[in-house]
């Protein structure tokens, strides 16, 4: 039976993969820092408190491990993407960099790498894995997490030429679902948006921005099916797979559609003196299609309608 380690494993997509691979034939291995481990959730895990910057600690965690989910990060929303976008640079470096040495050193099988989408320029049409052009200037709010994301990229292809190591990439676009940060200081734009319209107290939902910049978003049991058809099918020793809905949404369209799929009536506001992240992307996912055979099975309304059931039944939502 084979080991799987899933690094941040306390977090929104490592509570998914816990609860996706405890159902399936995997000896699970999973990383805590800073919150408390699952272990009342998940007593047949083999929970390791693990900072992930320090290579001795690295080199005892992937010790016995077939396969590694890499889903440990410095993240925020959109408030400190603007404020602070230095946040998401040096820590995601340095544990990524560490993780990808150590794991070719012990001879891990598989090593799969979540990047995201901030390296592509705004379009109106569905972007391609070769649409980025690395002489493009990143948008100046993703500037740092975009090209440390387009170096931890390289950094895969680089042990994957090596040859000891499979390596999965995933462009992922915004994903959403059970799990997710639902702290408005901390929350990416569906989550915020199932917070604001489930607590509200005022008969309004207050939109910051305009709302015309446009995202594609994905539920989150579409990317774990998708990380499992990697496991399982992929044949290269490097791939790099745009994983999303394939659809663009409108936020303020966003806003309705979790608005009226919650049950509750409320005005819909904008508030021009917050910050809106300008950019309107979604995916072509044509090549997961032809490689994996993944296609996403939700659409954006079903994914909303799981989501605001979970959120209802898990975090006191009226």
């Known amino acids: 039976m084979k080991t799987i380690l899933i690094c941040g494993a306390t977090g929104f997509i490592g509570k998914n993969l816990l609860k996706y691979y405890s159902q399936k034939d995997y000896k699970i291995k999973a990383t805590y820092f800073k919150r408390r481990p699952l272990y009342k959730e998940y007593p047949d895990v083999n929970w390791v408190y693990c900072d992930l910057r320090d290579t001795e600690q690295v080199k005892k965690v992937l010790k016995g491990v077939d396969i590694v989910l890499q889903f440990a990060a410095t993240t925020t929303g959109a408030k400190d993407i603007v404020s602070k976008p230095y946040i998401h640079v040096t820590d995601n470096a340095l544990m990524n960099s560490v993780l990808l040495r150590e794991s070719f050193e012990s001879g891990v099988e598989h090593f799969i790498f979540p990047s995201c989408t901030v390296m592509y320029q705004k379009s109106s049409k569905a972007l391609k894995e070769s649409d980025y052009n690395p002489s ?59 917070t604001k ?96 055979g993944w296609s996403p099975k939700h659409t954006l309304e079903e994914g909303i309608i799981k989501t605001i059931k979970w959120y209802r039944e898990n975090m006191n939502g009226k």
């Open 136 to 194: 493009d200037e990143i948008l100046s709010f993703y500037y740092g997490a975009g090209h440390t994301k387009v170096y931890l990229e390289n950094m895969c292809r680089f042990y994957a030429r090596l040859g000891k190591t499979k390596h999965t990439v995933l462009r992922h676009s915004n994903i959403y679902g059970p799990h997710d940060k639902y702290d408005l200081e901390k929350s990416h734009v569906t989550g915020a948006t199932i």
């Open 197 to 292: 319209t489930m607590t509200s107290d005022n008969g309004k939902v207050v939109v910051w921005g305009t709302g015309e910049e446009s995202r594609d978003l994905l539920y989150v049991d579409d990317l774990l099916d998708f990380i499992d058809l990697a496991i399982n099918k992929q044949e290269e020793n490097f791939e790099l797979f745009n994983v999303g809905l394939g659809e663009a949404i409108k936020i303020k369209d966003l806003v309705k559609k979790v608005v009226d799929n919650s049950g509750r009536i409320l005005d819909i506001e904008h508030d021009l003196s917050k910050p809106t992240v300008p950019t309107s992307l979604f995916l072509d996912c044509s090549y997961a299609k032809q490689k994996l």
